[in-house]
């Protein structure tokens, strides 16, 4: 009787065994097995999701075979798996294993959107806003200024970028973002600028920055342009730049740009009015800071388009008036 007992407590013991050892074969099986993927798939996980919650959605939908052994291995190997929402860019190359580390790791999906040199603010938040990834909160440019508290417009305060965000980030947040990088660029030009420059503040550098940003066709003229206008301001002379003009008129410009329209009076006309506009009328990027922070030191008073993205500087009136015949009267 004693040997069977044991015969038996043998074969159960032997049939645990077995058993074990095909769940830790057919554990590991589905650890190392690739996801069930056609193709890519982005798996967004929200804020407040746990490990479980996810790998459930996962064994849901087909992509794993079984949510409890991932969640076996991950106690035992990885511990404690604290997630950051946003989306996961899951390929058919993973399997469960990498899986866990990508999730364990936040190797989250990130966009992006680019802000360009030149753009007006209502622009940018435009672009921001049309990002489908976007969590749009702000009604307008003015909804802006008065969120952040801006003295100012905000016109030219925030600097063009490529931002990268994750899905859910609102407009504010990129704009924020933009805003504190402006901010740093901006204190950092005005620190390293050349004396004797005709700006009260470094609000005054910023918005001619944003201008020479619209007059510029050429990287490399910025600085001859910062140099143009800065000689105006300090010799008394109007800088009569007709982007200005341009952005005081708003929607009402069509792209023709007017003898009246440039006779019309607003607070951004430089040819009626002496002096810089009072808000910037862009947004300028590095390189327009940099020039306003540093113009040439040449003699031009002048310049005129060649038609081909370059402008034709000159000293004089005279110069000037022969230059504007040449490239845009064709010799007249």
């Known amino acids: 009787m004693?040997?069977?007992?044991?015969l038996i407590a043998g074969f159960l013991v032997a049939l645990l065994a077995l058993t074990a050892f095909g769940r830790i074969v057919l554990h590991y099986r589905y650890v190392e097995t690739p996801l069930r993927l056609s193709g890519d798939y982005v798996l967004n996980v929200e804020q407040g999701s746990n490990l479980t919650r996810v790998l459930d959605q996962l064994q849901t939908q087909g992509v794993i075979p079984s949510a409890l052994d991932l969640r076996l291995y991950a106690r035992f190997n990885q511990g404690a798996v604290r997630l950051q929402a946003g989306e996961y860019l899951l390929q058919r190359s993973l399997n469960g294993r990498t899986l866990l580390h990508k999730l364990a790791s936040g190797e989250v999906l990130y966009h992006h959107v680019r802000l360009l040199e030149g753009w007006t603010l209502a622009q940018a938040l435009a672009e921001i806003q049309h990002n489908d990834a976007v969590k749009v909160t702000l009604h307008d440019v003015e909804d802006l200024r008065q969120t952040l508290g801006l003295a100012n417009t905000g016109e030219g305060e925030f600097f063009p970028d490529t931002y990268s965000f994750v899905r859910g980030a609102s407009d504010l947040d990129l704009l924020k973002q933009a805003h504190e990088l402006m901010s740093k660029e901006l204190a950092q030009a005005w620190a390293a600028r050349d004396v004797g420059l005709p700006y009260a503040s470094d609000y005054d550098l910023l918005t001619m920055a944003s201008i020479i940003e619209k007059e510029t066709g050429l990287a490399t003229e910025r600085p001859?342009?910062?140099g143009v206008f800065v000689r105006r301001l300090q010799q008394g002379?109007?800088?009569q730049t007709d982007p200005t003009v341009i952005y005081g008129l708003g929607s009402s410009f069509d792209g023709n740009l007017t003898r009246a329209q440039l006779q019309r009076d607003t607070p951004w006309n430089t040819?009626?009015?002496?002096?810089l506009p009072p808000t910037p009328i862009a947004l300028p990027g590095r390189a327009a800071l940099l020039a306003s922070a540093h113009p040439d030191d040449?003699?031009?008073?002048?310049?005129?388009s060649k038609g081909d993205g370059s402008h034709q500087f000159s000293t004089t009136l005279q110069e000037h008036n022969d230059a504007v015949r040449r490239y845009q009267q064709g010799g007249r």
């Open 271 to 275: 040819y009626t009015r002496e002096g």
């Open 298 to 304: 040449t003699t031009a008073l002048f310049f005129v």
């Open 2 to 6: 004693k040997t069977k007992i044991l």
């Open 237 to 239: 002379m109007r800088l």
């Open 224 to 226: 001859q342009i910062a």
